[in-house]
């Protein structure tokens, strides 16, 4: 899915782009560097990037969509990650993801309404011995309980 973004600034834009070379190699630089700025790729800079590289859009949307580190969606401005990986998921990870989602008013995947939090998931942070763990933008948080969820929101 391709979000446009309501209040998206292209002059930012252009500081985001301008200092990379136009040229196709830099295809992947430049989505991660809109990724880095909006932490998703909006609809309109997909397309600038595609017209700055003389490539089709097609081209960009198909490296946006294969790299997991990429998102077509917002994610939020706060990030709230759930290992479920074999030892987190033993450990509870459904359990904190259902508090999680509770406490968020969005189901695993989304971002709320207001843009502020985005809960997403992933298979193991390599931090097993920590199980269940739990992300907030990027900051690990080991042997989770949905008390201490409750207290990182
Ligand atoms: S399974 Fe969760 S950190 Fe490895």
Redesign the pocket.
């Known amino acids: 899915m391709l979000v446009n973004t309501p209040d998206f600034d292209k002059l930012a834009l252009g500081e985001i782009l301008d200092p990379i070379e136009s040229q196709p190699a830099n295809l992947l630089p430049m989505l991660q560097a809109i990724e880095g700025r909006y932490r998703y790729l909006p609809k309109e800079a997909m397309v600038e990037v595609a017209l700055r590289l003389k490539i089709p859009k097609s081209r960009v949307f198909a490296v946006a969509n294969f790299y997991k580190a990429l998102s077509l969606t917002p994610k939020g401005e706060r990030i709230f990650t759930v290992?479920q990986?074999?030892?987190?998921h033993l450990r509870g990870a459904p359990s904190l993801i259902a508090s999680l989602e509770k406490a968020l008013g969005i189901s695993l995947g989304q971002c709320s309404k207001d843009g502020r939090n985005g809960l997403e998931s992933v298979n193991?942070?390599?931090?097993?011995a920590?199980?269940?763990?739990v992300t907030v933008d990027g900051e690990v948080h080991g042997a989770m309980t949905a008390k201490k969820v409750s207290e990182l929101i």
């Open positions: 290992c990986g074999t030892a987190c193991c942070l390599g931090a097993c920590m199980a269940p763990v």
